[in-house]
């Protein structure tokens, strides 16, 4: 039986997803008068703030100063943290508060592992700060997603081994990351996430029951 659960925030626990690359669209349009395409978006999903803006400007074509793009990363930061001011419990997405509480009635430790800076404040506004038993800094990890050192951290801080531990998340980089972790990876999105030991088509798919069957599953392997 897994011991711990490792959560991603965004598109895991909260439909913010959507602010984060709407930021980035009205930044840059703003900026360079430019559009990104639908499919940039899975590139800077769970990926830090500074490696999407490279991500961005990489597609672009375009290059800034150094001073230029911490303005760049704090705009769009600031326009982010605005689109969350009306978050509420209400936007927890499907089937997560459920789990949530499933997790806890069985006693297993939960802890953020979000790429996330916002992390702390949106837990808060969601209600679930009480919940989580530790969240991973990431401006104290190495390397971002897609290496595994925030799942690593995550482990750490609830005392546990990486092993003992599922993840649970809805990126390409985030999947990778807890597979490298040695976590067993329990994704929600598309096929583009088949390289997670688990992939449910949504966070309502994500039962305490479903999730424990897959890694019972995992364990005979
Ligand atoms: C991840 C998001 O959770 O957090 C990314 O999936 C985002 O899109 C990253 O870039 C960093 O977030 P923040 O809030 O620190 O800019
Ligand atoms: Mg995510």
């Known amino acids: 039986m897994f011991k711990g659960a490792l959560f991603d925030l965004d598109g895991v626990i909260a439909d913010t997803a959507v602010y984060h690359?709407?930021?980035?669209?009205?930044?840059?349009?703003?900026?360079?008068?430019?559009?990104?395409?639908?499919?940039?978006?899975?590139?800077?999903?769970?990926?830090?703030?500074?490696?999407?803006?490279?991500?961005?400007?990489?597609?672009?074509?375009?290059?800034v100063s150094e001073e230029e793009f911490a303005a760049?990363?704090?705009?769009?930061?600031d326009a982010y943290v605005e689109a969350l001011d009306d978050l509420t419990a209400d936007d927890i997405l499907p089937?997560?508060?459920?789990?949530?509480?499933?997790?806890?009635?069985?006693?297993?430790?939960l802890a953020l592992a979000s790429a996330s800076k916002n992390g702390p404040v949106i837990l808060d506004k969601?209600?679930?700060?009480?919940?989580?038993?530790?969240i991973a800094d990431p401006g104290q990890v190495a390397a971002g997603k897609?290496?595994?050192?925030i799942f690593l951290a995550a482990a750490e801080v609830i005392n546990l081994t990486p092993q003992d531990c599922i993840?649970?998340?809805d990126s390409v980089a985030?999947?990778?990351?807890?597979?490298?972790?040695?976590?067993?990876?329990?994704?929600?999105?598309?096929?583009?996430l088949n390289h997670a030991h688990k992939r449910f088509d949504s966070t309502a798919d994500f039962t305490y029951d479903a999730i424990l069957k897959a890694w019972q599953e995992q364990a005979k392997t």
């Open 146 to 149: 897609p290496a595994p050192d």
């Open 21 to 63: 690359f709407t930021a980035w669209r009205n930044l840059v349009k703003k900026h360079f008068d430019a559009e990104l395409p639908d499919d940039l978006e899975e590139k800077t999903k769970g990926v830090s703030r500074e490696d999407s803006l490279k991500v961005i400007l990489d597609y672009l074509n375009i290059q």
């Open 95 to 109: 089937g997560i508060a459920k789990l949530i509480s499933d997790f806890k009635h069985h006693g297993v430790k």
């Open 72 to 77: 760049l990363a704090a705009e769009k930061n």
């Open 126 to 134: 969601l209600g679930l700060s009480d919940a989580f038993d530790a």
């Open 167 to 169: 993840g649970l998340e």
């Open 174 to 192: 985030g999947v990778t990351a807890i597979n490298d972790a040695g976590s067993i990876s329990i994704a929600c999105g598309g096929s583009e």
